[in-house]
């Protein structure tokens, strides 16, 4: 199995001060292993990054607010994200993994509910996790039952091979990692489009992350700037800001998370946009405001 890099070991201080209730709306615990045993079948293993070290993390960046994503490597066992939240209290919520609707009983999906879980999200083929369309129906089915959102991690080339999948869904939608969409490609990429046509519908959602996985240039990741903005000016209501950490995947060096949060300040050009991003759209989407 691929050993894949570990969190930034020095993060610095963002310049940027963040408005207070900041979100971070997508990171990811792992570990310690001993105590969450990886799924058989995983399609990867992270080294250790525990709640512990993310919330020390967030009080540098200036963020009082986080949504801890499952990731595959539990698949529906989400011990890690149940304790996480107990760790981390009122000010966090989760988002599960989609294979828990289809492998778990109403019971075990009532805790997580009540541990503040709210979202459920469908992975990217190649980690793993699938569903045949039937199932995938009645997980959706279950996720109205719910009242919660719907996040779908794009393909490595953008989302127009699953878009069909999500793009009629009258469910709240988040879309990870700006669709992954080709920053040099422009405002032809046909995953850019799609994303700008369901930003304007009301129930998509988009996650401004994955910015040092995008770039093709490097930091400070200037190639990116404009297809962040073209989400932006899509739905200026609809638009999240995610992490990532501890950057699952990664076969190079790891971002300085005090730089992306910057760069979130790039994107936002202004303290009412990033007011939106970091804290009024996450709190509608996640219930921070409820």
Not at 81 to 108: I, S
Request: charge should be negative; charged fraction near 25%; include cysteine.
């Amino acid at each position: 199995m691929t050993q894949y890099q570990s969190f930034h070991p020095n993060p610095s201080a963002p310049h940027t001060r963040l408005p207070a209730g900041a979100c971070d709306s997508q990171f990811h615990v792992f570990g310690p292993a001993d105590r969450y045993p990886v799924r058989p079948g995983a399609a990867y293993e992270m080294p250790g990054a525990t709640i512990e070290v993310a919330l020390r993390l967030h009080r540098l960046l200036g963020i009082q607010r986080g949504v801890i994503v499952q990731a595959t490597t539990y698949g529906a066992d989400h011990q890690v994200v149940l304790d996480g939240l107990a760790a981390a209290g009122p000010d966090y919520r989760g988002c599960a993994n989609a294979a828990v609707l289809a492998e778990r009983d109403d019971a075990y999906i009532a805790k997580l509910h009540d541990a503040g879980v709210r979202g459920a999200r469908y992975t990217r083929q190649g980690l793993g996790i699938s569903m045949e369309p039937a199932v995938f129906q009645r997980s959706i089915a279950r996720l109205r039952e719910l009242g919660w959102y719907a996040k779908f991690q794009p393909e490595p080339d953008g989302i127009m091979a699953q878009a069909a999948q999500f793009e009629d869904l009258d469910i709240p939608v988040l879309i990870d990692h700006m669709g992954r969409a080709d920053p040099a490609a422009g405002a032809q990429d046909p995953s850019r489009r799609k994303l700008v046509e369901l930003l304007r519908r009301g129930n998509f959602w988009v996650m401004l992350s994955l910015t040092e996985k995008l770039s093709k240039a490097g930091e400070p990741w200037d190639d990116v700037l404009p297809l962040a903005h073209a989400l932006i000016e899509a739905n200026p209501d609809r638009v999240v800001w995610g992490s990532d950490w501890p950057h699952p995947v990664s076969v190079k060096a790891t971002p300085d998370e005090g730089r992306l949060v910057d760069q979130v300040a790039r994107y936002a050009g202004d303290a009412a946009t990033l007011q939106k991003i970091m804290v009024d759209n996450p709190a509608r989407l996640f219930g921070f405001d409820k």
